[in-house]
């Protein structure tokens, strides 16, 4: 696989996600090659791990937004947020149980997912037009995972690990900005019945539609525009929690309801 710059930095960056992929083992952090301010080259990386997920046959179905939080940004080490893509083999909505054999380190968070209704190519990007592409939100659980040994990320180990994306969960109910505003939405998820995080819309740098719109805008700037039908996981409201195999995970967010996910034991 020759990388999109042909770079040394970014094969090598590539070579070492890809084979974590592939083994399950994860590896040492890629800012080694990489740097740990060039970003560009990291959504390098990036692009080219998705393009061969696409070669395979996975298909493209919207983005994720991590790092959005404070508290995340604390656990992780990062200072801003980035974004990975979301492919249709990541949702596990429909499954009984979430696979944590396609896991390495899995952690949980809670967030509001955006299914869009017109696409985000041109125009201001305003406040206005991101609103107005919106077309329904429902209560998400997004299961981060690393490549990277014990999760020994900076911003560019993540970004090139597709912003550290694994699985998710989608629930079945969706509503309108009509009625629920994303900024007041309130969460508690518990694992095992536990309280493990909390959190608010407005952690998510300080409101989830503001987070879209800065998708937006960065994800049209490295040429991967948003489009109408896709889906968007705007960031998690809390902290982040581990999730082992048998894990039991219930999120609540407020009007927008309840989404589960129960980890297989192997």
Not at 90 to 103: A, Q
Not at 123 to 132: E, P, T
Not at 195 to 207: I, N
Request: charged letters at 20%; proline letters at 5%.
């Amino acid at each position: 696989m020759t990388p999109l710059d042909g770079s040394v930095a970014v094969s090598d960056a590539l070579a070492r996600l890809t084979a974590a992929a592939d083994t399950g083992v994860p590896c040492a952090p890629v800012r080694d090659v990489l740097g740990s301010t060039d970003i560009a080259a990291a959504y390098l990386v990036q692009q080219q791990l998705i393009a061969a997920r696409v070669a395979a046959g996975a298909v493209v179905v919207g983005r994720k937004i991590g790092a959005t939080s404070a508290a995340v940004q604390q656990q992780l080490g990062v200072t801003q947020p980035d974004f990975g893509v979301l492919l249709d083999d990541m949702d596990v909505s429909g499954l009984t149980e979430v696979p944590s054999d396609r896991l390495l380190q899995p952690r949980a968070e809670a967030e509001i997912a955006m299914r869009l209704g017109a696409d985000l190519v041109d125009g201001d990007l305003d406040d206005a037009q991101i609103r107005a592409a919106v077309s329904g939100l429902a209560a998400a659980i997004e299961i981060v995972d690393s490549r990277i040994t014990d999760w020994d990320i900076q911003i560019t180990d993540t970004v090139a690990d597709n912003a550290s994306s694994g699985l998710y969960v989608i629930a079945d109910r969706w509503l309108t900005l009509d009625e629920v505003e994303p900024v007041d939405v309130t969460m508690q998820m518990w694992i095992d019945d536990e309280l493990a995080s909390e959190g608010t819309g407005a952690a998510c740098l300080g409101d989830p539609l503001v987070a879209l719109g800065w998708l937006a805008r960065t994800a049209l700037e490295y040429g991967q525009p948003l489009l109408a039908g896709q889906v968007v996981l705007t960031g998690s409201l809390g902290p982040l929690a581990p999730t082992p195999p048998g894990s039991v995970v219930r999120a609540e967010l407020s009007t927008l309801g309840t989404v589960n996910a129960t980890f297989s034991k192997d």
